[in-house]
Structures are given as C-alpha cells and as structure tokens.
C-alpha cells in the first residue's frame, strides 16, 4: 500500500515505464524515513526534470523549457495580481483623471504586494510544472510551451516595465 | 549529440557506480543497490531510478526483457566507453593526488 502511494509520486508517464520495476525495488526495501525522502525527492526530480527520462537533450537547450517556464510563472502572477490591485485599489479609492495615473501600480513597493504574488508564482509554476511532465508528447509540447512562453514573456515584460515606471513617476 | 558522464551533476556517482555494476554483467535495480552498498555507498532507489533513468536516456544502459517485474539492464557500448573515459580521469586525479600528500 505504501509502496504504491510511494510511486504514484511520480508522473504518470514516468510511472509507465518505470513503475513496475521502481514497485518491486521497493517491495525488496524496508521503507526507512531515509527511504521515503529519497524517493520523494526521486519524484521531485522527475517531475521537475520530465526530460530525464526520455527528452532531456530537447529540454536542456538555452531558451527551452525551465528558463522559459520560470520566466512565465514569475511574470504571469505579477500581470494578474498587478491588475488587481490596480482595479481595486482605483475602483474603492479614487478615480484618476489621467490614463497614466490609472494604470500606476499602487503599493508595489510594500510587503503586502510582494507576498500573494510570490505565492502566485510558486503556485504557477508548480502547477505548469506538473503539466508539463504529464504531457506524453515531449517534443510537440516543448514547442508549444516555447511560443506560449515567449508570449508570457513579451507580454508580461511590457506590462510590468510600463508598471514599474508608471509607479516610480507618480 | 552524446553528453560526457560529469555533467550529469549530482547523479554522477550514483550513475558511476551504476555503470560499474553493469560492467560485471546485467543487473536489475535492487542487485545495482547492493553492488554500490559493496562500494561502500547507500544508494536510494529514488536516486538509483534517477540516475537509470538518465543513463538510459543516454543510450548508455539498455534495458533487457524480464522475466518478472525486476527488469535487469546492460550496459551499451558506448556505456563502456564513456565508463572508460571517467575511470581513466579519476585515476589521473587519484595519483596526482597521492603524489602531492607523498610530497608534503
């Protein structure tokens, strides 16, 4: 029973593979505390790593999958909380005349700012993360992340520069 | 384009010490375990499986038909090259460094 929630760890794809062999290992183990971080981080890995076992090469080229990915999550949670804040903060506070004023980011240099939008971004990136390594098309889907990246990433950039100096202006 | 076995990073060991127990014949991932325990190293199967993993994505392992669940795996020929390669470099770093504490 430990044993199978043990593997079930691991992506689904991983599991395909590996699975049954990664099972009986473990059936032939006493499931110390040492063991079971080992194979936590083991699943950690592979779900951080998907190219590790079957496209790596793919993955670990300059621009691709992790540098990209991170990218996306640190910029995706800003543009969404930055717009919030924005709409909120104007909407129950005060209504700028001018357009440059509206979409000046309120707090950004407070704590408060920082601390749903870390969380945003550790959860956006783990939740892209595990998609990734579940999807079963390795290379198909590296490509598809990569303009989906890029796009996040020029988006993003734009909207948060055009935050930041608006801020510092005002 | 094949990789050289160090920038595999920390799975250099666990993927060294896979490669040596493979070199004495297939083995499946519980015998690879106790052949890096006679090494003098605990291997984790969650490291075992990620270095395996790697290994084989490689092309330096393959693994054979099993008869049950315990899959055994062999090592390719250019396992053994790069196997070669790696124990040739850590024996240079081995006299070169038993060579400096003689001279000190």
């Known amino acids: 029973m430990r044993t199978r929630l043990l593997v079930r760890l691991y992506p689904r794809a991983w599991r395909a593979r590996y699975g049954e062999e990664f099972a009986a290992v473990l059936a032939e183990r006493r499931l110390s505390p040492r063991t079971v971080i080992d194979v936590i981080a083991g699943a950690a890995d592979a779900h951080l790593h998907p190219g590790g076992w079957h496209h790596e090469r793919v993955a670990a080229k300059p621009g691709s999958r992790p540098v990209m990915l991170a990218t996306s999550a640190l910029l995706v949670p800003a543009f969404a909380y930055w717009l919030a804040v924005v709409i909120l903060h104007r909407t129950v506070h005060t209504w700028p005349q001018s357009a440059e004023r509206f979409f000046a980011l309120p707090g950004l240099r407070q704590a408060w700012y920082w601390g749903p939008y870390l969380a945003g971004a550790i959860a956006t990136f783990a939740l892209v993360r595990v998609r990734v390594a579940w999807e079963p098309d390795g290379l198909a889907g590296t490509i598809r992340i990569r303009v989906r990246s890029a796009y996040v990433l020029v988006l993003g950039a734009s909207i948060l520069i055009g935050a930041l100096t608006s801020d510092f202006r005002g | ?104």
């Open chain 2, 1 to 104: 384009m094949t990789r050289s076995l160090d920038e595999l990073g920390r799975f250099l060991e666990p993927a060294l010490l896979i490669l040596v127990g493979l070199a004495e014949g297939p083995k499946h991932g519980y015998a690879l375990m106790e052949s890096a325990q006679s090494q003098g190293v605990r291997l984790g199967p969650g490291t075992l499986y990620a270095a395996l993993a790697r290994l084989e994505g490689e092309g330096w392992i393959e693994a054979l038909e099993s008869t049950d669940r315990r899959r055994p795996y062999r090592l390719t020929e250019q396992g053994r090259t790069h196997l070669g390669g790696e124990l040739a470099r850590l024996r240079r770093v081995v006299r070169t460094g038993l060579r400096a504490l003689e001279a000190t």
